[in-house]
């Protein structure tokens, strides 16, 4: 065998050698498998875990009202069995001409299953938990709420957006109840306090409502439109409506003065419902949410008697590396531009902008083809960069 041949295979067996080594295995590093280890849907609720012995949820509200759904389901079955039978009805669907009265619909469903739905979309918002801690209620009672803007009704659902130049007045109520019966309304916002934590505005409130006429109860706060501090995004405001066992003396706490006093409108519901909870039990609800607009700042200065507070979020300094003396791999104008003062830059874009201005002579049109307009061939790359950034309007030219 000739020298060559040896050397390669040393060669041979050393690369087979150096690819054969058997290196320490990282599953340690990266945790326990996958069948043994848990979920993070796990591990949160062993973190959140809660005794049920000690936070379990209280009904507050009205009971539940007596139905026969052995006739409601023989009614239904009796008339989806009349709807099949009639050509007419399936010829008008057929051709989607069929016509469909959304006002049945909606009094059908307030009679079946909207007091469910509302008290689902009450727990997804976070309303019982801000407003009555631990307890909860379902809202029997259904309640016709509407604005008047623009000699138009903007009606409140459960959540929808209004805005505060649409709600400067109060709302029209209604909801159906006897005569002799005495009702409780009030309009809180438990997201927009100025001040606290964990504080209310009281916006309205109306109590000892004979028979579901609104006009006719004893106010206690007059309305006041919601005002939404700017920055603070979308707030909650809350119709919570109480039937009483008897009429209420509301002389502690009435304030119907013109004058808007924020710090004897600030509320707890939590500690109303609780000083009279022996008379009055939570019975409707609706919501809407609302934000900043335009008109507020006008209201801030003229009916707040205070500036405007704007919140904003103050974001910390991008982090920067230690300049290098040697930086390789890095673009040179954009990585001097990182250690530089950004007013001297600003200067620099300003003066090369002035330089183009003539004060009595119009500004030189764009080129129509800024890519097809040629370098010289002295220009350095980052130059040229630069000069197509300023030809494109690209990045921070169109700042200064």
């Given at each position: 065998?000739?020298f060559?041949?040896?050397?390669?295979?040393?060669k041979?067996n050393?690369l087979?050698t150096?690819?054969?080594?058997?290196?320490?295995s990282?599953r340690?590093?990266?945790g326990?498998p996958?069948?043994?280890?848990?979920?993070?849907?796990?591990?949160?609720?062993?973190?959140n875990?809660?005794?049920?012995?000690?936070?379990?949820?209280?009904?507050?509200?009205?009971?539940?009202?007596?139905?026969?759904?052995k006739?409601?389901?023989?009614?239904r079955?009796?008339f989806?069995?009349?709807?099949?039978?009639?050509?007419?009805?399936e010829?008008?669907s057929r051709?989607?001409?069929?016509?469909?009265?959304?006002?049945?619909?909606?009094?059908?469903w307030?009679?079946t299953?909207?007091?469910?739905?509302?008290k689902?979309?009450a727990?997804y918002?976070?309303?019982?938990?801000?407003?009555?801690?631990?307890?909860?209620f379902?809202?029997?009672?259904?309640?016709?709420?509407?604005?008047?803007y623009n000699?138009?009704?903007v009606?409140?659902?459960?959540g929808?957006?209004?805005?505060?130049?649409?709600a400067l007045?109060?709302p029209?109520?209604?909801?159906?109840?006897?005569?002799?019966?005495?009702?409780?309304?009030?309009?809180?916002?438990?997201?927009?306090?100025?001040?606290?934590?964990?504080?209310?505005?009281?916006?309205?409130?109306?109590?000892?409502i004979?028979?579901?006429?609104?006009?006719?109860?004893?106010?206690?706060?007059?309305?006041?439109?919601?005002?939404?501090?700017?920055?603070?995004?979308?707030?909650?405001?809350i119709?919570?409506?109480?039937?009483?066992?008897?009429?209420?003396n509301?002389s502690?706490?009435?304030?119907?003065s013109?004058?808007?006093?924020?710090?004897?409108?600030?509320?707890?519901?939590f500690?109303?419902?609780?000083?009279?909870?022996?008379?009055?039990?939570p019975a409707?609800?609706?919501?809407?949410?609302?934000?900043?607009?335009?008109?507020?700042?006008t209201?801030?200065h003229d009916?707040l008697?205070?500036p405007e507070?704007?919140?904003?979020?103050?974001f910390?300094?991008?982090?920067?590396?230690?300049q290098?003396?040697?930086?390789?791999?890095?673009?040179?104008?954009l990585?001097?531009?990182?250690?530089r003062?950004e007013?001297?830059i600003?200067?620099?874009?300003?003066?090369?902008?002035?330089?183009?201005?003539?004060?009595?002579?119009?500004?030189e049109?764009p080129?129509?083809?800024?890519?097809?307009?040629?370098?010289?061939?002295?220009?350095?790359?980052?130059?040229k960069l630069?000069?197509k950034?300023?030809?494109?309007?690209?990045?921070?030219?169109n700042?200064?």
């Amino acid at each position: 065998m000739s020298f060559s041949v040896t050397c390669l295979l040393k060669k041979q067996n050393r690369l087979f050698t150096a690819i054969s080594v058997r290196h320490r295995s990282q599953r340690k590093n990266l945790g326990k498998p996958p069948g043994i280890a848990k979920t993070l849907e796990e591990r949160m609720d062993e973190i959140n875990f809660k005794d049920p012995k000690i936070h379990f949820k209280v009904d507050i509200g009205l009971p539940t009202p007596q139905r026969d759904k052995k006739m409601e389901t023989a009614k239904r079955i009796e008339f989806i069995k009349k709807i099949k039978c009639n050509a007419e009805l399936e010829k008008l669907s057929r051709n989607n001409e069929l016509p469909v009265s959304l006002d049945e619909i909606s009094n059908d469903w307030s009679k079946t299953n909207a007091p469910l739905h509302i008290k689902k979309l009450a727990e997804y918002y976070g309303i019982f938990e801000h407003l009555f801690g631990d307890a909860y209620f379902t809202p029997y009672i259904q309640m016709d709420i509407n604005y008047d803007y623009n000699s138009k009704k903007v009606p409140v659902y459960r959540g929808n957006i209004i805005k505060p130049n649409e709600a400067l007045d109060s709302p029209q109520v209604n909801f159906e109840a006897p005569e002799k019966t005495l009702w409780t309304l009030m309009l809180t916002n438990p997201d927009g306090h100025l001040n606290k934590e964990n504080s209310e505005y009281i916006h309205w409130l109306v109590g000892n409502i004979p028979g579901g006429d609104v006009n006719r109860g004893e106010t206690v706060f007059n309305y006041l439109q919601p005002f939404p501090a700017k920055g603070t995004g979308y707030q909650r405001m809350i119709f919570v409506l109480y039937k009483q066992s008897s009429e209420i003396n509301f002389s502690s706490i009435k304030s119907v003065s013109e004058k808007i006093d924020l710090a004897n409108r600030t509320f707890s519901t939590f500690d109303f419902y609780r000083s009279h909870e022996d008379i009055m039990t939570p019975a409707g609800l609706a919501f809407y949410q609302t934000d900043w607009d335009n008109s507020l700042t006008t209201f801030y200065h003229d009916q707040l008697l205070m500036p405007e507070p704007v919140y904003e979020y103050d974001f910390q300094p991008p982090y920067i590396k230690p300049q290098k003396w040697f930086p390789l791999k890095e673009p040179f104008n954009l990585y001097m531009d990182k250690y530089r003062d950004e007013k001297r830059i600003a200067k620099e874009f300003l003066i090369r902008k002035l330089r183009k201005t003539h004060p009595f002579q119009k500004p030189e049109p764009p080129l129509k083809y800024p890519n097809a307009v040629p370098f010289k061939k002295s220009t350095p790359s980052w130059l040229k960069l630069e000069m197509k950034k300023e030809r494109l309007r690209w990045g921070r030219i169109n700042d200064y």
